[in-house]
Structure formats: structure tokens, C-alpha cells
């Protein structure tokens, strides 16, 4: 009796055993590493990584991030390659020891809403749901652009194959010129007087979209008002343009418009033109 209980006691200990020892991996095969996941490299408009418009070369060039710099050209420009974790994935332009141009021409590298190189333009135009312009800059070669107040993201296109072959961002008054696009030439305007209306009241549109140049949309193109002030799908008035592109419009707003600030924006050619001014309903 004692010899058979020893016996089970036995044969359970080395089930324990045996059990723990898979448990442990001894005696079965090493499970696999998992693959590494590769960085998720973001360009946004206010920078990349440790890329941040406005700052500092120095810092960058101690810690070894991006390439040794030349010395200041005749504008303050010095231009130097990412280094790091992004390893020749940005080209970095620094005017007066401060960061204000971004570029890259790789796919390891995407915008916050998923756009890449090698994208067609009408993939990047549907992921920023239409939000820029796809223009022709000084050489002839397509462009979109994408605005962001004062700053710019511009997609432009590959030497070789057709889309998009880099990503610039920065500053308009650097980014568009360097590009061929007049930064300042008859941008889009759009303002509304009185700013403060009671509902029912009436207010006066006025602006500017230009009908020719690089940022221009051609005068039988519908330019549209949008905002959640018009009901019921958000799109106003069309607004008439003289040859230039100016124009004036009145609206009444709607009396039973609630109360509330109301951003006014600008549609033509199919796209957002990326201005707006605010009304305030009383």
C-alpha cells in the first residue's frame, strides 16, 4: 500500500514537473521575437521629432542629429540632413540659426492625416478631404497646397513619375516663393461687416478670390460661402466676382439663427480655399 501510494506521489510529482517545465520552455523550442515595429514618423506643419519650427541648430548639431552644417550662405541659410532615429529622412533648412523649412522625399515619412510620397494627388486631395488647392507652380509642374493661417504644407511633384515626389512645410512667405508660388500675390481675403449681428439682422460679405496667377480660381468656377450659419447643409450664397476676383455680397441671416459665433468660409473649384472670418449672432 505505501509502495504504490510512493508510486502515484511519484508519477504526479514528475506530471508537476513536467508541466513546469513547459511552462518555463524547458525543452521546447525558443518562441519567436516579435518583429519590430517601425517608427512612426509624423510631418506636421509645426515640425517633425525633434524637428520643431523655430528651433535651435546648434542643440541639434551637439547631439548629433543632424549633419555637420556649412557656414551661412548670403541669406542666413543653412540647409542639413536628419540624422537619429531619421536618418536622411528630412532635409532641414535653418535661416539665422532657426529652423523654418522642412522637407522630405521618402515614404518612411507621412503627414497626421496618412499622406506619403508616392501618393497620387487626388489620394492626398481625399484625405484632406478637399481642405487644399492643387495649383501649377513656376516650372509647370503640379502642386497641392495646403494652408494653415501664416503656415503651408505643399505636396510637389516627382521629377520622374507621376505624384507626389516631396513634402515642404514651413512658412508661405518662404515656402511659396522658394517653390515658384507667389506668397503674397492677391491672396484669397475674405472679411464681414458688422462682425456682431441680432438674428434676422443683415450683414455684408466682401473679399477677394483671384482669377488668375498660381493661386487663382478661374472666374466660371462657383465661388461659395459655407459655414453652419446656412442652413440647411452649410453652403450660402454664391458671391458674384468681378474680373479681378472681388466681390460683395448681403446676406440676412435667418430669425430663428441661435445665438453663437459662426466661422464664414470660402469654396471654389471644388476645394476649401482656407480663410474665414467669424460672425457673432446675438
Do not use: K
Not at 73 to 93: F, Y
Amino acid at each position: 500500500m505505501f509502495f504504490r501510494c510512493r508510486t502515484v506521489l511519484r508519477s504526479a510529482a514528475v506530471l508537476v514537473l513536467a508541466g513546469a517545465a513547459v511552462l518555463a520552455g524547458v525543452g521546447t523550442p525558443a518562441a519567436a521575437a516579435p518583429a519590430p515595429v517601425a517608427a512612426d514618423h509624423v510631418l506636421t506643419v509645426l515640425g517633425a521629432g525633434p524637428y520643431r519650427l523655430g528651433g535651435r541648430l546648434a542643440p541639434l548639431v551637439a547631439a548629433g542629429l543632424v549633419t555637420e552644417p556649412a557656414a551661412p550662405d548670403a541669406d542666413g541659410r543653412q540647409v542639413v540632413t536628419s540624422l537619429g532615429d531619421w536618418p536622411g529622412e528630412l532635409l532641414l533648412t535653418f535661416i539665422g540659426g532657426r529652423l523654418a523649412v522642412l522637407e522630405t522625399a521618402t515614404d518612411a515619412v507621412r503627414t497626421a492625416v496618412g499622406a506619403r510620397v508616392g501618393m497620387s494627388f487626388d489620394q492626398v486631395d481625399r484625405l484632406y478631404h478637399g481642405a487644399g488647392r492643387l495649383l501649377t507652380t513656376a516650372d509647370g509642374g503640379p502642386a497641392y497646397l495646403v494652408r494653415y493661417g501664416p503656415l503651408v504644407m505643399v505636396f510637389g511633384d516627382h521629377p520622374i513619375r507621376p505624384g507626389v515626389g516631396a513634402i515642404t512645410t514651413g512658412p508661405a512667405r518662404i515656402v511659396l516663393p522658394d517653390l515658384g508660388i507667389p506668397a503674397g500675390d492677391r491672396r484669397v481675403r475674405l472679411s464681414v461687416r458688422p462682425p456682431v449681428v441680432r438674428a434676422g439682422g443683415r450683414v455684408v460679405f466682401t473679399g477677394l478670390v483671384p482669377t488668375s496667377g498660381p493661386l487663382a480660381c478661374p472666374l466660371d468656377n462657383e465661388a461659395i460661402l459655407t459655414s453652419p450659419l446656412f442652413p440647411p447643409e452649410g453652403f450660402g450664397p454664391a458671391v458674384t466676382r468681378d474680373s479681378s476676383g472681388r466681390f460683395r455680397t448681403t446676406y440676412t441671416v435667418p430669425a430663428g439663427t441661435p445665438p453663437g459665433p459662426y466661422d464664414i468660409g470660402l469654396r471654389c473649384g471644388g476645394g476649401n480655399l482656407g480663410v474665414s472670418a467669424t460672425l457673432r449672432v446675438v
